[in-house]
């Protein structure tokens, strides 16, 4: 079963323009993580929060943490076409043998 | 790149078969775990190996199997394949207990016709 639900499903946007996205959980976690993912192949990580931090920055990306809500969100500003891909976050420390579970994902198209 | 590798990269195999899917880890890494992702979806957990054993599974029937090699490297069985099975079958590795640190492989394509 899947933990986490991205918001948006889908986003188109503009080259340039901020690109936001939402990820929310339903357990206690240890770490939430970023991936990337394009076109169907492996995954790469973009970026880790722990669970008494509630932003972290790297580069362009922004991720912030609110674990009364069990939500996070990922923000990429100014978005490049190379940015298109599909976004996924994945939790760990959830308990039991699912060591770490990943969202439907969100996918993020930027158009030059 | 990580230095996860899989192969083969795509497979076409039929309804009841069985198949094989290869990894190998990164190195130093002493864990490997195994998800399935179905079009459009997150990566499931299917199960993890440490020290040659299984060390957490998922929803998964026992038709789904693996090994882990000494040299931590990894495989994936599945019997009795069926359509659902189709699938980007991703493994990732890492060290014990460390599971937000995992590399992934860029996964092997699963066709089941």
């Known amino acids: 079963s899947q933990q986490g639900e991205e918001d948006p499903q889908a986003l188109s946007i503009q080259e340039g323009e901020n690109a936001t996205m939402n990820c929310s959980y339903k357990?206690?976690?240890?770490?939430l993580q970023w991936y990337r993912q394009n076109s169907g192949r492996g995954l790469v990580h973009l970026i880790l929060?722990?669970?008494?931090?509630r932003e972290k920055h790297s580069g362009r990306l922004r991720v912030t943490l609110d674990t009364s809500k069990k939500s996070s969100s990922l923000l990429i500003t100014a978005s490049r076409a190379a940015d298109t891909a599909s976004y996924f976050c994945a939790t760990d420390g959830g308990g039991g043998y699912q060591k770490v579970t990943f969202g439907i994902g969100t996918k993020l198209q930027v158009i030059p | 790149e990580t230095g996860v590798t899989q192969s083969p990269t795509h497979l076409i195999k039929t309804r009841g078969q069985q198949v094989t899917l290869r990894c190998s880890s990164q190195?130093?890494?002493?864990?490997v775990s195994w998800y399935q992702q179905a079009l459009g979806q997150g990566p499931q957990f299917i199960f993890q190996?440490?020290?040659?054993?299984?060390?957490g599974r998922g929803n998964f029937p026992p038709r789904f199997s693996g090994l882990q090699f000494p040299n931590y490297s990894s495989e994936l069985n599945v019997n009795a394949l069926e359509l659902d099975d189709s699938a980007l079958y991703l493994c990732?590795?890492?060290?014990?207990?460390?599971?937000?640190?995992?590399?992934f492989g860029p996964g092997t394509r699963l066709t089941v016709t």
């Open positions: 190996y440490y020290r040659e054993e299984e060390n």
């Open positions: 357990t206690s976690i240890n770490n």
């Open positions: 990732a590795s890492s060290f014990f207990d460390r599971e937000y640190e995992q590399y």
């Open positions: 929060i722990r669970s008494n931090e």
């Open positions: 190195s130093g890494h002493n864990t």
